[in-house]
């Protein structure tokens, strides 16, 4: 694999062509915020934490850095005023769901989020998709998934494979930022299939 | 019928559908466009056909159902003989009409008058609504039948594809559209050719060409009056395209709720199909092309180019970023050149006519004619076609008629959802992509909404933004919680609940949605937002601080 050099924050960052900004600017040591991604998945550029500025032949853009190519002589800003702004606003967007997610009352002190700049809306998921991702990408499953578009779009664990595959796995809490896929999973088994618990924890004969 | 094997054999047969026609028998094309349709346009053309058929077959008397004419406002349309516009035609005024006509009259009462001088216009080139449009495009809607390829055959339809596959080479064609400066009529106005010669240099030998008629936002209706009234046109411009590009592979992606567009694409898929104008070998040419339709499974946002590509490849209409063209990876990553319906329309003429007669007409940087659906606060709807470069002025006054009620324009309104509204005082801002997307109404796919002076500018923003919220796919943060937040604190304004920092609310939304989203419906989710509150901003700051919902 041929190699690309780069600058990322003034810094010569060296990196495999076909690798994206985000996985440079890691390997540099250099930190960009992201809540949607992972490494043992597909990119996919829903949060929109990770943007950063790119200046190409001295045209500026902004783009997800977990998404774009790495290019020769590519210069990446991680920080400026503008993507400060639009890091802050998805965060108090994302806070009017989900205010006390570690995770994000974390990044909000970073970029000065007010958690109370917009109407609350305590659905407590942030639609991140690790969880659905990860179900479907490494396990298989697809016991999770999205369902609804829009402002309505919501996760849902599918009754019929949930009963089947998530009692013996449960993987995807842990990568969950709000443990909303916890607490899905355990309303869908009190709802469809109850009683689960109850057997599994029973003392063996 | 045997397929036709060449050029030749095209113009032959031509002629013979020319040569049984005789131009001297009267002939009423009645429209049966959508909203002639739900006028109940069928009954008019079913009384027609029965007035026909007493005169007996030897009258020569026929009656044409055709697409959409285009003043919708003054439907159900009837055009006779020599252009006669007959409007409002109710069933029971077919036998006074067709009686008349065989003896040379015209029945007066149902001719144009205008409202307030009561002048009347008899042919379609004296009636107001039709006489300031160049209609390039829709203008054989009125004889042709969309059922009949011979119908389309006997305006001179595939002779373009001829010339192309005969004449020309597949780079003259590119060259020629390039030249001709056609320049994308979906949205963003991106110049075709060089989307063709991207498309047509990717690496990898299939390639796909793609018609986007998923027409979808409110105030949008002139891509399925063109397509449903003439559909060959735009499959020849397809078909064009597919030769100057190399591809052998075409898709037709639109909705699934337009039955009677659905029945004309396919009947003219099949036709020309029959006629060897589709499919393997055309006219002999040795060139084969197919083409599939698809359907949207019902929400808008399948209109966005990646986002139709992946509805194709059977997955979830979600777009995914661009960072690399759809021209070079598209549909299964295959290089997929997408043009909306009325881009492909354009195409023919351009073979046809060359582009510097299209280079002609237009102005410096928006080239040909522009559709546009006419709606709102105007005297006159309906689907209008002008030059690129006609004054909004022309467009609303003299082809709209002007404001119902004898009010005043407050605002034009360009784009749909993802558009923007500017003040009538500018309302001699030239019909231009350029000029109005400085202004910040920019053409979009060419819907424009009229606002009288009674409209509520705060209420015109929350109304789009409902619709998106409901049309996001809701992947990317920005796009669904901006959304949702600022139809939040609209609503509230709305309802004389505003607060104090909403105006700064609005801006850092709008600011970090029209950045940050993925697809471009997010990204231009707010420019309605962004151009009331460069125009309109008093009229939100006094809502705000009135605190009532009472302007």
């Known amino acids: ?205 | 019928m045997n397929r036709l094997q060449s050029a030749a054999e095209l113009e032959n047969f031509r002629a013979g559908i020319l040569a049984a026609r005789d131009p001297a028998k009267p002939c009423f094309a009645v429209c049966a466009g959508a909203a002639c349709d739900g006028l109940d346009s069928a009954r008019v053309a079913s009384a027609f056909e029965a007035e026909v058929a007493k005169l007996g077959p030897g009258a020569g008397v026929e009656v044409r159902v055709t697409g959409c004419h285009g003043y919708c406002e003054k439907g159900p349309n009837v055009v006779g003989p020599h252009d006669i516009c007959y409007f409002e035609v109710k069933p029971e005024d077919a036998p006074e009409i067709v009686a008349r006509t065989v003896d040379g009259e015209v029945v007066e009462r149902l001719v144009y008058a205008h409202p307030d001088t009561g002048e009347k216009a008899v042919h379609m080139a004296d009636v107001p609504f039709y006489k300031h449009q160049t209609r390039l495009l829709i203008g054989d809607n009125t004889r042709i039948d969309p059922m009949r390829i011979d119908d389309y055959l006997a305006v001179g339809g595939y002779a373009a594809l001829a010339k192309a596959l005969f004449q020309m080479t597949p780079d003259q064609v590119l060259d020629e559209v390039k030249q001709a400066n056609l320049r994308g009529r979906g949205g963003g106005g991106f110049p075709a050719g060089q989307k063709w010669e991207t498309a047509k240099n990717a690496p990898g030998e299939e390639k796909y060409v793609i018609v986007n008629a998923h027409e979808g936002e409110p105030g949008a209706f002139m891509d399925r009056a063109l397509f449903t009234g003439n559909p060959h046109k735009v499959l020849e411009g397809l078909i064009i395209g597919a030769w100057a590009i190399g591809s052998h592979r075409g898709f037709i992606y639109t909705r699934h709720d337009a039955p009677q567009l659905i029945k004309h694409i396919e009947t003219a898929l099949a036709q020309a199909e029959g006629y060897g104008l589709l499919g393997e070998n055309i006219l002999g040419s040795g060139f084969d092309f197919r083409v599939e339709v698809h359907f949207d499974v019902g929400i808008f946002v399948s209109g966005e180019s990646s986002a139709l590509m992946r509805s194709i490849e059977g997955n979830p209409p979600e777009p995914r970023p661009k960072y690399i063209r759809t021209s070079v990876a598209g549909i299964w990553d295959k290089p997929s050149n997408l043009n909306n319906v009325e881009t492909w329309a354009n195409v023919p003429q351009i073979i046809s006519r060359g582009a510097d007669w299209y280079k002609s007409i237009g102005t410096e940087g928006s080239k040909g004619t522009k559709l546009v659906s006419l709606s709102g606060n105007v005297v006159n709807s309906g689907v209008v076609e002008v030059p690129m470069g006609t004054p909004l002025r022309k467009i609303v006054y003299d082809i709209g008629g002007g404001i119902p009620g004898g009010k005043a324009a407050k605002a034009v309104h360009f784009g749909g959802p993802m558009g923007g509204s500017i003040p009538a005082s500018l309302i001699d801002a030239p019909l231009d992509f350029d000029e109005l997307a400085k202004l910040g109404a920019p053409i979009g796919a060419g819907g424009l909404l009229v606002m009288d002076e009674d409209t509520d500018m705060v209420d015109v923003a929350r109304y789009f933004l409902e619709f998106l919220t409901n049309e996001s796919c809701g992947k990317c943060v920005p796009c669904r919680e901006g959304m949702r937040q600022t139809l939040k604190v609209l609503t509230n304004i709305t309802k004389g609940k505003g607060r104090s920092g909403d105006i700064a609310r609005l801006e850092d939304l709008s600011d970090v949605t029209g950045a940050a989203c993925l697809c471009a419906l997010g990204r231009t989710a707010s420019d309605p937002l962004k151009s009331m509150l460069r125009y309109f901003r008093d009229e939100y700051e006094t809502r705000i601080a009135g605190g009532s919902a009472v302007r």
């Open chain 1, 1 to 205: 694999m041929s190699e690309v050099v780069m600058q990322i924050d003034g810094k010569e960052v060296k990196a495999g062509d076909g690798t994206t900004v985000l996985q440079a600017a890691r390997s540099a040591g250099i930190r960009i915020p992201t809540l949607c991604h992972h490494d043992k998945l597909e990119p996919f550029g829903a949060c929109r934490m990770c943007m950063v500025e790119v200046e190409v032949r001295g045209r500026k853009n902004y783009v997800v850095s977990c998404l774009y190519p790495v290019a020769k002589d590519l210069l990446v800003r991680t920080r400026s005023e503008r993507v400060d702004k639009i890091r802050r606003v998805i965060l108090e967007e994302l806070l009017a769901h989900a205010p006390n997610s570690p995770e994000l009352v974390a990044l909000a002190a970073e970029y000065g989020a007010d958690r109370d700049r917009f109407d609350k809306d305590p659905s407590f998921c942030i639609l991140c998709g690790l969880c659905v991702r990860y179900c479907a990408e490494v396990k298989g499953k697809n016991a999770v998934d999205f369902i609804e578009r829009g402002a309505r779009r919501e996760i849902s664990f599918i009754p019929e494979i949930a009963a089947k595959e998530c009692w013996e796995c449960q993987e995807c809490f842990a990568l969950c930022p709000t443990s909303y896929a916890q607490a899905a999973y355990f309303l869908t088994e009190a709802l469809a299939f109850p009683g689960r618990r109850k057997k599994a924890s029973a003392p063996s004969a």
